[in-house]
């Protein structure tokens, strides 16, 4: 029986990274207060914490956007590339940022991995480097609600898209305000709870287009227009 019960020692070792990683997390936030600072930490285990439990959402989120050949897209907060598998196989110019070097480290060698031919940069969301309406269609999964900025990040999206495009957002947004309560503690987990979609579209001039529950958890798809 104990042999049915046995975790093998690839899984058991990543369960132990994570929970070192976990805790490191908790250190992080204590001592600088900066929700970044926790996924340059966790880009190592960033999959086996935050990426299999969250797949059916990214697949489903991606299909929402509808990615035309011939589009120029950006992903805001790439990670380690995700989104990579559920893009179309159409012809696209994509690039990623992450203002984790590691995560973007890791992003190149998934998007090698697989043969695409992705512009992948280490970058503040912040102080996007691209000109004004730059881009159709630009991604942002999981990502506002893992910053410490997430009107300026969206306000600097805003900014490099085009006049026609639309701003794909895959979030936990605040549904209750119970979910304040948990708020601390989230933190310290490296993301909020308290994300309020309809407060980001108007601090930032943005609006809903479309809105989709892409996942049993709660966690939302929105495309936003200008």
């Not at 994570?18 to 936030?29: G, W």
């Not at 960033?46 to 989120?61: C, D, H, I, N, P």
């Not at 995560?103 to 691209?130: E, G, H, I, P, W």
């Not at 503690?185 to 407060?199: D, H, P, V, W, Y």
Request: charge should be positive; charged fraction near 25%; aromatic fraction near 10%.
């Amino acid at each position: 029986m104990a042999a049915f019960c046995q975790i093998p020692k690839y899984i058991d070792d990543k369960i132990c990274a994570c929970s070192k990683n976990v805790f490191s997390l908790y250190l992080v936030t204590e001592m600088t207060g900066k929700l970044e600072e926790v996924y340059e930490r966790m880009a190592p285990v960033y999959y086996w914490v935050f990426g299999l439990s969250l797949e059916g959402a990214r697949k489903r989120a991606i299909r929402l956007a509808n990615i035309q050949k011939g589009e120029k897209i950006l992903e805001v907060g790439v990670g380690t590339g995700l989104t990579f598998k559920y893009m179309p196989n159409t012809e696209f110019d994509f690039t990623g940022i992450d203002w984790s070097e590691k995560m973007v480290v890791l992003s190149k060698k998934r998007a090698d991995s697989m043969n695409r031919k992705y512009t992948l940069l280490q970058m503040d969301a912040t102080q996007l480097q691209f000109p004004d309406e730059s881009f159709d269609l630009i991604i942002s999964a999981h990502f506002l609600s893992a910053t410490s900025t997430p009107v300026h990040a969206l306000t600097e999206m805003r900014r490099v898209l085009k006049k026609n495009g639309r701003i794909l957002l895959v979030n936990n947004f605040q549904r209750t305000e119970t979910m304040s309560f948990f708020e601390p503690i989230a933190k310290k987990m490296g993301f909020s709870l308290t994300l309020n979609l309809n407060e980001l579209c108007l601090k930032t001039g943005l609006r809903v287009h479309k809105q989709k529950r892409v996942s049993m958890m709660p966690i939302d798809a929105a495309l936003l227009v200008k």
